[in-house]
């Protein structure tokens, strides 16, 4: 019997998410080295962070959702990239699948919202951060431009080793 594929929609996100999202990085904590956080995180700890990804401006959150039961299946930011000034015409973007969504082209239905978000915002760079190995990330990234700049070796420790992150750029 076929797969029923079902519909996404990506919108920005909203303070309603803060829950799914949040249950969504905690994912991400524990099981892997995508990201260099190291311990979980509440709802309420993480409301500063959605509240710096308003619908308008530089700095976007876009949520993909199952189009029937609303279930998040994804998210992308552009966030900024250093605190100092002059770099406030750079970003760094991030995408987080579901468990389970993968395969289905939720981030390159992500990056597709938010890079057209983007094209009329003051914004020059968009950087990504990829820890190594994560081959569908490095795709995804290269499928929109991005190209390998460098890579830091052995700059994260997390689950007892080391890992690289191999830093990516995009003209915008």
Request: hydrophobic letters at 35%; proline letters at 6%; charged letters at 25%.
């Amino acid at each position: 019997m076929p797969t029923e594929r079902r519909e996404v929609q990506v919108r920005p996100g909203v303070e309603a998410d803060l829950e799914a999202l949040t249950d969504l990085y905690n994912h991400y904590v524990r099981e892997t080295p995508i990201t260099f956080d190291t311990a979980v995180f509440t709802p309420e700890e993480r409301r500063s962070w959605l509240l710096s990804h308003p619908e308008d401006g530089p700095y976007r959150l876009k949520v993909a959702a199952d189009a029937d039961t609303q279930e998040i299946l994804g998210y992308a930011t552009s966030s900024p990239y250093r605190a100092k000034p002059a770099y406030s015409t750079s970003v760094e973007t991030t995408v987080y699948v579901a468990p389970g969504a993968g395969g289905r082209g939720v981030g390159t239905l992500l990056y597709e919202a938010l890079f057209a978000a983007l094209a009329g915002e003051d914004l020059h760079r968009a950087y990504a951060g990829i820890a190594q190995p994560n081959e569908p990330s490095v795709r995804l990234h290269e499928r929109f431009g991005f190209r390998h700049v460098g890579t830091y070796r052995e700059v994260g420790r997390k689950f007892g080793r080391w890992w690289d992150v191999a830093w990516y750029e995009k003209e915008l």
